[in-house]
């Protein structure tokens, strides 16, 4: 534990970003997931807007590279297509 106040704050503060961090991400799992079981009931045109947003919102927050997120957007697009069939 430091001693320093500074630095005591950074850890503060580090934790705190680390929590949010992690429950965005897994925010982001989850629509996922959501995503993936729509997909095999076949109704996936309703979440895919949602899906496609989470994504984005991620990207803007950090949590994932961009083209991370295009290659993620073209794989649901593709889930839906398949689906739609």
Partial sequence: MPNIKSAKKRVKVIDKKTAQNRANRSALKTQLKKFDVAAEAGNAKE?????VSTVDS???????H????NRAK???AKKLEASGK
């Fill in 66 to 69: 961009k083209n991370k997120a």
């Fill in 58 to 64: 991620a990207v803007s927050k950090g949590l994932i």
């Fill in 74 to 76: 073209a794989q649901l």
């Fill in 47 to 51: 979440v895919f807007a949602a899906t």
